[in-house]
T-cell receptor
Framework: AQTVTQSQPEMSVQEAETVTLSCTYD???????LFWYKQPPSRQMILVIR??????QNATENRFSVNFQKAAKSFSLKISDSQLGDAAMYFC?????????????FGDGTTLTVKP | GAVVSQHPSWVICKSGTSVKIECRSL??????MFWYRQFPKQSLMLMAT?????????EQGVEKDKFLINHASLTLSTLTVTSAHPEDSSFYIC????????????????FGPGTRLTVT
């Protein structure tokens, strides 16, 4: 079974600075998808960014980018120019292409605090 | 964008009673809905996957007789917590997959806002 590990329970960043959230995963598959979700205090899950494992190019969405290291099974999220609204819990998720009926496995989350 | 609603947003019930949580896809038809449970500051744990018109598939360790899931239409799935106990208190989140998407595993997963259940 796949596992997703987020080793940083909490992180903090100064407004306008850059922060990187870590995520590693364990899988024997070669094709899969990875996601970062944001869960603000409202508890509404929001998709931040996704990466297809067969793509070597790192995904980017505005201030959010990932560093996908397939061999190392690492998928970190970089948030540039942090804003107060970025404060939330962030979850890394793995989704198999072939097994588990397309279900997602979530990491334990990292709580990000943004300091003004 | 696709919107998923949940009702109620929070509920308090007495131990031994049953409570039903509704999950609706408001502007799209959902072929598959997922039910998650989340404890404070913890991850989302998948409880079950439901497909319209068929029985739900429960994850290992989830009691199907306690957590009844019905996906009677393409826009509505319900989770009923039967004979609730204080340990069932949690945050329950549903998410939906849109009918007619690519069909592959890279589908968009739309989440509801969650329901906070407190059992006294």
């Amino acid at each position: 079974a796949q596992t997703v590990t987020q080793s940083q329970p909490e992180m903090s960043v100064q407004e306008a600075e850059t922060v990187t959230l870590s995520c590693t995963y364990d899988t024997s598959e070669s094709d899969y998808y990875l996601f970062w979700y944001k869960q603000p205090p409202s508890r509404q899950m929001i998709l931040v960014i996704r990466q297809e494992a067969y793509k070597q190019q790192n995904a980017t969405e505005n201030r959010f980018s990932v560093n996908f290291q397939k061999a190392a099974k690492s998928f970190s999220l970089k948030i540039s120019d942090s804003q107060l609204g970025d404060a939330a819990m962030y979850f890394c998720a793995y989704r198999s292409v072939r097994t588990n009926a397309g279900k997602s496995t979530f990491g334990d989350g990292t709580t990000l605090t943004v300091k003004p | 964008g696709a919107v998923v609603s949940q009702h109620p947003s929070w509920v308090i019930c007495k131990s031994g009673t049953s409570v039903k949580i509704e999950c609706r896809s408001l502007d799209f038809q959902a072929t598959t809905m997922f039910w998650y449970r989340q404890f404070p500051k913890q991850s989302l744990m998948l409880m079950a996957t439901s497909n319209e018109g068929s029985k739900a598939t429960y994850e290992q360790g989830v009691e199907k007789d306690k957590f009844l899931i019905n996906h009677a239409s393409l826009t509505l799935s319900t989770l009923t917590v039967t004979s609730a106990h204080p340990e069932d208190s949690s945050f329950y989140i549903c998410s939906a997959r849109e009918l007619g998407d690519s069909g592959g595993p890279l589908y968009e997963q739309y989440f509801g806002p969650g329901t906070r259940l407190t059992v006294t």
